[in-house]
T-cell receptor, first 116, second 111 residues
Framework: GAGVSQSPSNKVTEKGKDVELRCDPI?????LYWYRQSLGQGLEFLIYFQGNSAPDKSGLPSDRFSAERTGGSVSTLTIQRTQQEDSAVYLC??????????????FGEGSRLTVL | GQQVMQIPQYQHVQEGEDFTTYCNSS?????IQWYKQRPGGHPVFLIQLVKSGEVKKQKRLTFQFGEAKKNSSLHITATQTTDVGTYFC???????????FGSGTQLTVLP
């Protein structure tokens, strides 16, 4: 497709289980971001990938969170041993990465995670 | 922690009234972007400002970037029900590559 694709759109899991969220960015976009949005709240930065550079992991809230980006395209966000406070919408965005990363972000529809 | 503050958090206006949301950073921003998120939707890019004191207009929307590049505003003239949603500012702090989003202003337009 032409836009950022995320899956699953909804995920309900039990506390303590691991989850994987997938993001397929716009073709050719070198920059990829993960944000988390709790109900009615703003966007919390998690991690940023730019080309072959080391990712900026400064926003990951704990070592239970990790992300990888294979082949400079698809990214997977993994949350281990999920907790109830992990419940949120996880948004992925990509951008062209040009002009020093100053371009607009194109967001996916998000993955809504509910931890019971 | 949150370094880009946005006020107000909520705003209710009658259709036809004006609306303004303000964004403030404790540190200089290399640029600022504005996004709109409709209820149940994802953020959609509106505009980017880069220069100190820059002003840009999109129909009824006016965006400003402060002289010190630490604050910005979005003003909507004569709101319409289609303006309903949450407006976020987002800035790159210093040389950071990632965007820091403000907490957003949720706009409700009463018909």
């Amino acid at each position: 497709g032409a836009g950022v694709s995320q899956s699953p759109s909804n995920k309900v899991t039990e506390k303590g289980k691991d989850v994987e969220l997938r993001c397929d960015p716009i073709s050719g976009h070198t920059a990829l971001y993960w944000y988390r949005q709790s109900l009615g709240q703003g966007l919390e930065f998690l991690i940023y990938f730019q080309g072959n550079s080391a990712p900026d992991k400064s926003g990951l809230p704990s070592d239970r969170f990790s992300a990888e980006r294979t082949g400079g395209s698809v990214s997977t966000l993994t949350i281990q041993r999920t907790q109830q406070e992990d419940s949120a919408v996880y948004l992925c965005a990509s951008s062209s990465g040009l002009a020093g990363g100053a371009g607009e972000l194109f967001f996916g529809e998000g993955s809504r995670l509910t931890v019971l | 922690g949150q370094q880009v503050m946005q006020i107000p958090q909520y705003q209710h206006v009658q259709e036809g009234e004006d609306f303004t949301t303000y964004c403030n950073s404790s540190t200089t921003l290399s640029n600022i972007q504005w996004y709109k998120q409709r209820p149940g939707g994802h953020p959609v890019f509106l505009i980017q400002l880069v220069k100190s004191g820059e002003v840009k207009k999109q129909k009824r929307l006016t965006f400003q970037f402060g002289e010190a590049k630490k604050n910005s505003s979005l003003h909507i003239t004569a709101t319409q029900t289609t303006d309903v949603g949450t407006y976020f500012c987002a800035g790159r702090i210093g040389s950071a590559r990632q965007l820091t989003f403000g907490s957003g202003t949720q706009l409700t337009v009463l018909p």
